[in-house]
């Protein structure tokens, strides 16, 4: 159980070295599974759109330092993916630090425009249940996505 203080010591992590291929959903039922349901308030898997695959990083804030003191404890090293990667889950402190922060960083970010898939957003929880992003406070523009090499467009096939 989390102490009433929170506000002592980080609670947003950064976790490294995650697979190529796992989604947010994925990521989030690994942390549910390892005992972590409703001990997270924040998470975002970057991904690459234009490509599908995540950027091999993610971003949780914990409730509490004490949460976050348990994940390190209990998932560096990690590697029971669902899919068998051979990679070992790194755990570090992010330098921005807490639910609000995370809010602000990305609230009128690209990330959040209308076009962008909602599995490839930021998400907010509360309890364990997932709850709406704040609205942007201005206009979002549309992220741009890389173009393709010419290996990559020559390898469409029309």
């Known amino acids: 159980m989390c102490s009433s203080d929170s506000t002592i010591g980080g609670t947003t992590l950064i976790l490294k070295n995650l697979p190529p291929t796992l989604c947010r959903e994925a990521l989030l ?17 970057p991904t690459d759109m234009s490509h599908g695959g995540c950027y091999c990083y993610a971003f949780i804030n914990m409730i509490c330092h004490e949460a976050a003191l348990d994940f390190f404890e209990r998932l560096e090293g990690f590697c029971a993916w669902p899919h068998d990667s051979g990679r070992a889950m790194q755990v570090l402190w992010s ?7 995370y809010i602000d960083k990305y609230r009128n970010s690209t990330v959040m425009h209308e076009s962008v898939p909602e599995h490839c957003k930021p998400a907010l929880f509360r309890n364990g249940s997932r709850m709406l992003f704040p609205a942007p406070t201005q206009r979002i523009k549309a992220p741009r996505l890389r173009n393709r090499t010419s290996t990559e467009t020559s390898q469409v096939k029309v």
């Open 29 to 45: 039922r690994v942390l549910d599974e390892a005992g972590f349901h409703g001990r997270y308030d924040f998470a975002y898997l």
């Open 95 to 101: 330098d921005i630090q807490g639910q609000q922060a």
